[in-house]
Nanobody
Framework: QVQLVESGGELVQAGGSLRLSCAASGRTFSSYAMGWFRQAPGKEREFVAA????????LYADSVKGRFTMSRDNAKNTVYLQMNSLKAEDTAVYYCAASRGLTAATNLYVYWGQGTQVTVSL
C-alpha cells in the first residue's frame, strides 16, 4: 500500500523558515516525480514545487521561486520542502504527491498524502 506521510508543519512568524518532510513507502518511486501542493481555506489546491527522484530536476511555482527549495534523499525515500522568508499568504495545508512525470498539473498526481498545516503569523 502506497503511503505518503507529511510532517513539519507548524505555526511560524512571517519571515521565518520551516522544513517540511514527506516520507514515501509502499512502492518504488525512482521513476516518479514528487510534488508539493497547498490549499488555503476557500481556495483551490495549488502547485508549489516538484522534483524528479532520479535526476533531481525541479519545478517551482512563481510565487515561491527564490524562497522555497525542494530536495530529496533517495536512501530515505523522503522529499523535503525548505521554506524561507515565509509570508502570511503561505498559510495553507501542504500536501505531498507523486506523479509519473515532472509536472505542475494537479490531476496528473496519482498518490497523495494527508497534508500538514503551515500557519504563518504576522
Amino acid at each position: 500500500q502506497v503511503q505518503l506521510v507529511e510532517s513539519g508543519g507548524e505555526l511560524v512568524q512571517a519571515g521565518g523558515s520551516l522544513r517540511l518532510s514527506c516520507a514515501a513507502s509502499g512502492r518504488t518511486f525512482s521513476s516518479y516525480a514528487m510534488g508539493w501542493f497547498r490549499q488555503a481555506p476557500g481556495k483551490e489546491r495549488e502547485f508549489v514545487a516538484a522534483i524528479r527522484w532520479g535526476a533531481g530536476n525541479t519545478l517551482y511555482a512563481d510565487s515561491v521561486k527564490g524562497r522555497f527549495t525542494m530536495s530529496r534523499d533517495n536512501a530515505k525515500n523522503t522529499v523535503y520542502l525548505q521554506m524561507n522568508s515565509l509570508k502570511a499568504e503561505d498559510t495553507a495545508v501542504y500536501y505531498c504527491a507523486a506523479s509519473r512525470g515532472l509536472t505542475a498539473a494537479t490531476n496528473l498526481y496519482v498518490y497523495w498524502g494527508q497534508g500538514t498545516q503551515v500557519t504563518v503569523s504576522l
